[in-house]
């Protein structure tokens, strides 16, 4: 995994950053760093390898200003596991929630996912083959040693050593002519019979012995439930739906998950992203003292900070280290502040990075550049009809003065407002196209058009309703 998109330099990351996120370019320019950081310590000496450790980064910055479009980018193009969770949903040891152990597990589950993913990719050509042979099995059975497998509504097993030779070629001429049948998707309406197998039926366990944590009672559930039988069932699709769900399957037992899980957990150690948000809703309060709500928000900082720190987590899959798991946290940290962080756990997040509010400017190029901005988005809706959906300039310009203005007014939510406005102004279009709006129509929005819809929203001075 890391031998190949990861050589994109510092500089190429930010440009793939860029197509995506708006501004930010500290914010940026760290997370590149990092991520290339982690491709040049597995070309270190062996003996530094080791003692090579990820800088944790911490992200400051008010909501919708990027921080999780970063981190979530960054990962897809490292194409390494990633999770995110919110540190909010975690709860001290003791309590009633979730225990922050989980992340590693659902990292390593992602990981895993992957890892399966890329396996089927591989083995695609050898399973699709051996579906097509499952397929046309159920529809011209083929000749066996035991005789002709009888087809559906008939029972009787004719025997092989009486049937002359060109009753065999003719078997085999039909078989080919059906299989060229099934590869051009001329029979793929057909309904054919075939045999799924059923999930594992779950084993009920209930409590468990004392200690047994979370990754050892799912490790038990997987071990008894391989020990059953597998079971299959028959259903009735057609050849088209054959194929995706027996693809699947085939594919499945041309993978060994041994191999896999030892991928994925070498990959989620040395390439695995966890990204921690709202890390500022565990911090203590400024000048509130340790009391009240503040102990369990310390009990979870001190819960993250072995595995920050690096140490060894118990999963279904075995036992994975996170000394060198890269971890991005953020926060909005308007209430408390980054120094209420315990210091230890200040200390595992060397690098902060604050991100700076989004500006009109910063707005129009949200809305015009990235190649998902939410225009191209509603463009590629209404296509779909059809529909051709054009913005001119001065329309982008004045749409994202007017997210500006609500944000300054109301509540500043970042370019979630944009989702906001854009909804406000397309909407009648979106509810009309196709019936009053039908295809090859042209639409283009402009300044006026914008200033016509929104104008409620410009002139009401009580702009609650608008917040998301």
Known sequence: MLDSKTFLTPAQIVAELDKYIIGQHDAKRHVAIALRNRWRRLHAPLDMQREIVPNNILMIGSTGVGKTEIARRLAAIADAP????????????????????????????????????????????????????LILDALIPPVSG?????????????????????????????????????????????????????????????????????????????????????????????IAEARKILLDEEAAKLIDMDEVKDEAIRNAENAGIIFIDEIDKVASRSGKGGSGPDV????????????????????????????????????????????????????????????????????????KDPKNALTKQYEALLQAEDVALSFDDAALERLAEIAFEVNSEVENIGARRLHTVMSRLLN?????????????????????????????MIRNPDLSQYIL
């Not at 035991?146 to 008939?154: D, E, M, R, S, V």
């Open 146 to 238: 035991g005789g002709l497998k009888p087809t559906a509504g008939f029972s009787t097993t004719i025997d092989s050593s009486a049937m002359p030779d060109s009753d065999y070629e003719l078997n085999e001429r039909t078989r080919d002519k059906f299989r060229e049948k099934i590869r051009s998707g001329e029979l793929d309406d057909r309904k054919i019979e075939i045999k799924v197998q059923q999930g594992a039926p779950s084993m009920g366990i209930v409590g468990g012995a004392p200690g047994m944590d979370e990754a050892s009672m799912a490790g038990l559930q997987d071990m008894l439930g391989s020990m059953l039988p597998k079971k299959t069932r028959k259903r009735k699709v057609t």
């Open 82 to 133: 990633f999770t995110k969770v919110e540190a909010s949903k975690f709860t001290e040891v003791g309590y009633v929630g979730r225990d922050v152990e989980s992340m590693v597990r659902d990292l390593v589950e992602q990981s895993v996912n992957q890892v399966k993913q890329r396996r089927k990719e591989e083995v695609k050509n050898q399973a699709a083959q051996a579906v097509e042979d």
């Open 296 to 367: 369990s928000r310390e009990g979870v900082q001190r819960d993250l900070l072995p595995i920050v720190e690096g140490s060894a987590v118990s999963t279904k899959y075995g036992i994975i280290n996170t000394d060198h798991i890269l971890f991005i946290a953020a926060g909005a940290f308007h209430v408390a502040k980054p120094s209420d962080l315990i210091p230890e756990l200040q200390g595992r997040f060397p690098i902060r990075v604050e991100l700076q509010s989004l500006t009109k400017d910063d707005f129009f190029r949200i809305l």
């Open 428 to 456: 009648d279009i979106l509810f009309d196209v196709p019936d009053l709006i039908g295809p090859n129509a042209r639409i283009l929005i402009t300044r006026e058009l914008v200033d016509e819809r929104l104008k409620s």
